[in-house]
């Protein structure tokens, strides 16, 4: 039970994390964005797409963030070795 709740608490950290790094760097991206269209409207198309591109690269990190996180919380392989290792198997 105790095992549970560090992994709980490790995978909220670790979600916590990652979209607090995807949120600043969507933002960042967005700016860039919009002060390059800002000077050059005519590569509003341009910067449009590869904006996107960029953010679903960002927003990617964020998913196998939770992936991550989701398998520390229901399906951890190793749970019950990393128990046994460290003196929580019952």
Do not use: D, W
Not at 47 to 69: D, Q
């Amino acid at each position: 039970m105790q095992f549970f709740i560090y992994s709980a608490v490790a995978a909220g950290f670790g979600i916590a994390i990652a979209a607090f790094g995807t949120g600043l760097g969507q933002g960042m991206a967005i700016k860039s964005s919009v002060e390059g269209v800002a000077r050059n409207p005519e590569a509003s198309g341009k910067i449009t797409v590869t904006m996107m591109i960029g953010l679903a690269m960002i927003e990617s990190l964020c998913i196998y963030a939770l992936v991550i996180a989701l398998i520390l919380i229901y399906a951890n392989p190793v749970s019950s070795l990393i128990q046994g290792f460290i003196g929580l198997a019952h």
